[in-house]
């Protein structure tokens, strides 16, 4: 539970904006960075944008010998592998924004 030392409802208010706003501007360049992912041997990649676009899909001519069914699980699997890492990395960027928010504005998280 977030307890802050002594502050009235104005003030209250007022960190909450001010931390949207370091939450928001944190957000708006996550959503710049680009996250890869490539299959074990390589003949699959993808970038995925930290607005969970996918902006490059490269698949390796040969590997499209293979059947359907191979080509779009491993195409599928990248994907994900790309999604998950945008998911992990956003939990750890608000983690990161809120800890020094806390830590800036004397915030005890108990």
């Keep these: 539970m977030l ?4 502050l009235n409802k104005k003030k209250s208010a007022e960190l909450g904006l001010k931390y949207k706003m370091q939450l ?4 708006a360049e996550f ?3 680009e996250f890869a992912s490539e299959s074990e041997d390589g003949n699959v990649s993808v970038i995925v944008s930290g607005m969970r676009e996918l902006k490059q899909l ?3 001519d040969e590997f499209l010998n293979n059947s359907r069914e191979i080509v779009e699980t491993t195409v599928i699997s ?3 592998r790309a999604l998950s890492a945008v998911r992990d990395a956003n939990k750890q960027l608000t983690a990161e924004v809120a800890e020094k928010f806390n830590a800036q504005n ?4 108990k």
């Design 31 to 33: 959503e710049k960075k």
């Design 58 to 60: 490269s698949i390796a």
């Design 24 to 27: 928001d501007q944190a957000k």
């Design 78 to 80: 990248v994907v994900n």
């Design 106 to 109: 004397g915030i005890t998280v």
């Design 3 to 6: 307890r802050p030392n002594k």
